[in-house]
């Protein structure tokens, strides 16, 4: 088995199912790694899955995933629109990435529409709830998959 893929989570991603679900969904933090888990394990991929509400620890798992993930799968929250420290752990970890949020944020205010995350990313998956968790391992599987038959 590869090493795992980290999911990684932002801040107040663990109000999940708490509160606004008009926007975010009824689901909470630990339904939506339940099901990123099990969509994983049909795929035969391990995932590691973490939220924090600090950015300096977000940057530390990004670090970490350096040497220790095949990819991440990353919900910055708030962090995606501020913080150029998490763009520069993402560029210095030289893993792929998908930018992953559960809201489509060009459907909301303005300061939403541009990421910070973006320009290290594969891919960004946006608006379709906690089903984006699952298309993020699809697309990471492809990605991971594809990287090692090329090494065969
Ligand atoms: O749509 C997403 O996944 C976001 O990354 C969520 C962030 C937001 O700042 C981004 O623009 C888009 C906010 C996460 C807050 O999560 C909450 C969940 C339930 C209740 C309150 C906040």
Redesign the pocket.
């Known amino acids: 088995m590869p090493k795992p893929i980290f999911v990684l989570n932002?801040?107040?991603?663990n109000?999940?199912g708490?509160?606004?679900p008009a926007i975010?969904g009824a689901e909470t933090l630990a339904d939506v790694r339940r099901r990123t888990e099990a969509r994983a394990r049909t795929l035969a991929l391990d995932v590691d899955f973490r939220q924090t509400n600090s950015e300096g620890e977000l940057v530390d798992w990004i670090q970490e995933a350096r040497e220790k993930a095949c990819g991440i799968i990353l919900?910055?929250?708030?962090y995606?629109?501020t913080s150029v420290a998490i763009l520069d752990a993402l560029n210095a970890a030289e893993k792929p990435v998908i930018e992953?949020?559960?809201?489509n944020?060009f459907r909301?205010e303005a300061f939403?529409h541009h990421s910070y995350v973006s320009p290290a990313a594969h891919g960004v998956i946006?608006g379709f709830g906690a089903k984006g968790y699952e298309l993020a391992i699809e697309a990471l599987a492809d990605i991971v998959t594809s990287s090692q038959a090329g090494k065969a």
Do not use: D, F
């Open positions: 932002g801040p107040n991603l109000l999940l708490v509160r606004q975010y919900n910055a929250g708030a995606t629109h992953l949020h559960l809201s944020v909301r939403r946006c």
